[in-house]
């Protein structure tokens, strides 16, 4: 690209000077529409409960559900994602918690469904919340077994359709699940239902406040780096993404976020299909902790978001979404 002017006859503060010239020229907006709010749902009753390492973050009882889900809907945010905290008698080395259709996300789902039905709900698949020893696959022979847990996989994916799920969000990086939960979903006619698959996850080091929230840290003795990506590589990510769309992928997912908006941009420059990031736990906290102690002011966040959409995100799953959409609607 050829640079065009100099100064002094090209002045680029001109176009600085004022807030409302900015505003006008500016390229990258964040709006509620680009939000999507992460949701820690827990057993009991009348609960609204911290989590330590995400301040700011909590697990609700499903009957404490509504007051979140009013909170998004009166802030005009598109969709949610259900993720359960399950208590550890109900784990086991096959998460079959997972199956089970009176479990946390089943009836997270039909209460979105039934009180709140023109909010979007999304719900991981992966058998990490459920298993004993905080895998997202099944073990056979030492290793995270891929055709099992697909299986499984396709299985969970289908209750949750059958719960009234719009978005399915394979999260668990298997190779081929997500040609197996279209095929699944489209003999049983969820033609609706679409698939955001995880396609580009790495194994980071950024997870550690989500394991911690949805109660498989300390269950997880090793760690997950023969499924999820290598964080050296780029290249990689493209043959998942390309994998993943040919399988019936709907919208992809790059995961962590900031760290990783090369990887964005890449894919977005690539591929036509809707990209979505995630600003993880680790993300979330770093930054959240900052501006607690005044390191940080609240415009980083804004920034950290907008940054996401420059890169060439659609949306963002992120646990700023309502302190982010409040701001936004009282602007
Ligand atoms: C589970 C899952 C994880 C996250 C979303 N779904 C954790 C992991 O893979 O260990 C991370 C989200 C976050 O850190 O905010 N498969």
Not at 158 to 185: F, Y
Request: proline letters at 4%.
């Amino acid at each position: 690209m050829k640079i065009i002017g100099s100064y002094p006859k090209t002045r680029l503060r001109r176009l600085r000077k004022s807030k409302w010239l900015r505003n006008l020229i500016s390229e990258n907006n964040i709006s509620s529409n680009d939000l999507i709010l992460p949701i820690f749902i827990r057993e009991g009753k009348n609960k609204i409960e911290n989590i330590k390492s995400m301040p700011g973050v909590f697990r609700y009882t499903i009957d404490k559900l509504p007051t979140i889900l009013k909170l998004a809907r009166k802030y005009e945010i598109p969709m949610v994602a259900l993720f359960p905290y399950t208590p550890n008698q109900k784990k086991n080395n096959l998460g079959t918690e997972a199956l089970n259709p009176k479990n946390l996300i089943c009836r997270g789902i039909k209460l979105i469904k039934n009180r709140f039905p023109d909010l979007g709900v999304m719900c991981d698949v992966a058998l990490d919340p459920y298993t004993s020893h905080g895998h997202d696959g099944i073990i056979k022979n030492n290793k995270v077994d891929n055709d099992e847990t697909i299986k499984i996989l396709v299985k969970q994916a289908l209750l949750q359709a059958k719960m009234g799920c719009d978005v399915i969000a394979p999260s668990d990086m298997m190779d081929g699940r997500v040609g197996a939960i279209r095929k699944a979903l489209d003999k049983n006619k969820f033609y609706d239902v679409s698939i955001l698959s995880y396609a580009v996850k790495y194994a980071s080091n950024f997870y550690g406040p989500f394991r911690d929230a949805v109660g498989s840290k300390s269950k997880l003795k090793s760690d997950k780096k023969t499924y999820q990506m290598d964080y050296r590589n780029s290249s990689e990510s493209f043959r998942e993404v390309a994998l993943d769309i040919k399988e019936g992928a709907d919208m992809v997912m790059v995961k962590p976020g900031i760290i990783y908006l090369d990887i964005i941009n890449e894919i977005k420059n690539k591929f036509k299909i809707p990209i979505i990031a995630y600003q993880v736990s680790g993300e979330y906290s770093l930054i959240k902790n900052a501006i607690n102690k005044r390191i940080l002011n609240e415009e980083s966040i804004i920034e950290s978001l907008t940054s996401f959409k420059r890169a060439g995100a659609n949306a963002i799953v992120t646990y700023f979404a309502l302190e982010i959409a409040k701001k936004i609607k009282n602007y």
